[in-house]
């Protein structure tokens, strides 16, 4: 099991710019989350997902979108890219009960 | 909104001290309760989880116990190895909201030989 794959690990966008980070995972997980983590403020909860075709809203989802399309995936879109969106993204997966895998990360900069 | 509060770092110790970190959550529906490590340059690690009341979870020497009365999930090991030098998040997960799960703003640890 591969568990919770992130692509890219490392990306530099230009202001404006758009792209999607991936994220899947292959243990069959309900669940789903993404999260940015910047120094001295922890992980935040950007989106958040119970399932195909079910999405919600976390802490901080501005400039960001989901889908859920499948069970496995979970991309994060960036729709016009700004030096605030600098930072690490995790996603991670989950099953009732179970807690949540942590992907290795994509670290983005936004120049 | 569902908040946690976590003791603030950084928590300096020496080996084999004694080591405590506080978390206090916000107790909306009745949340699974984890807490997770983070290395250095490293992703995020399950280290120890409760799922209900007066559940004690335990790992690698960690433990902690879900206090409903006092909304309360305090990590504690009784002797710290210089490899536990790391930062460590408490986090409620609300399965009865989407599976939301939520992070303190985590404290950092550093155990001196």
């Known amino acids: 099991n591969a568990g919770v794959t992130q692509t890219p690990k490392f990306q530099v966008l230009k202001t404006g710019q758009s792209m999607t980070l991936q994220c899947a995972q292959d243990?069959?997980?309900?669940?789903m989350s993404w999260y940015r983590q910047d120094p001295g403020m922890g992980l935040r909860l950007i989106h958040y997902?119970?399932?195909?075709?079910?999405?919600d809203q976390g802490e901080v989802p501005n400039g960001y979108n989901v889908s859920r399309s499948t069970t496995e995936d979970f991309p994060l879109r960036l729709l016009s890219a700004a030096p605030s969106q600098t930072s690490v993204y995790f996603c991670a997966s989950s099953s009732q009960g179970v807690g949540y895998t942590f992907g290795s990360g994509t670290r983005l900069t936004v120049v | 909104g569902d908040s946690v509060t976590q003791m603030e770092g950084p928590v300096t110790l020496s080996e084999e001290a004694f080591l405590t970190i506080n978390c206090t959550y916000t107790a909306t529906g009745y949340p699974s309760l984890f807490w997770y490590v983070q290395y250095p340059g490293e992703g995020l690690q399950l280290l120890l989880k409760?799922?209900?009341?007066?559940d004690k979870g335990s790992n690698k020497g960690f433990e902690a116990t879900y206090r409903k009365e006092t909304t309360s999930f305090h990590l504690e090991k009784g002797s710290v190895q210089v490899s536990d030098s790391a930062v460590y998040f408490c986090?409620?997960?609300?399965?009865?909201?989407?599976?939301?799960?939520?992070f303190g703003q985590g404290t950092e640890l550093s155990v001196k030989p």
């Open positions: 986090a409620p997960l609300y399965y009865n909201q989407g599976g939301k799960l939520i």
């Open positions: 409760a799922t209900k009341a007066d």
């Open positions: 243990m069959n997980h309900e669940y």
């Open positions: 997902s119970v399932g195909a075709g079910i999405t």
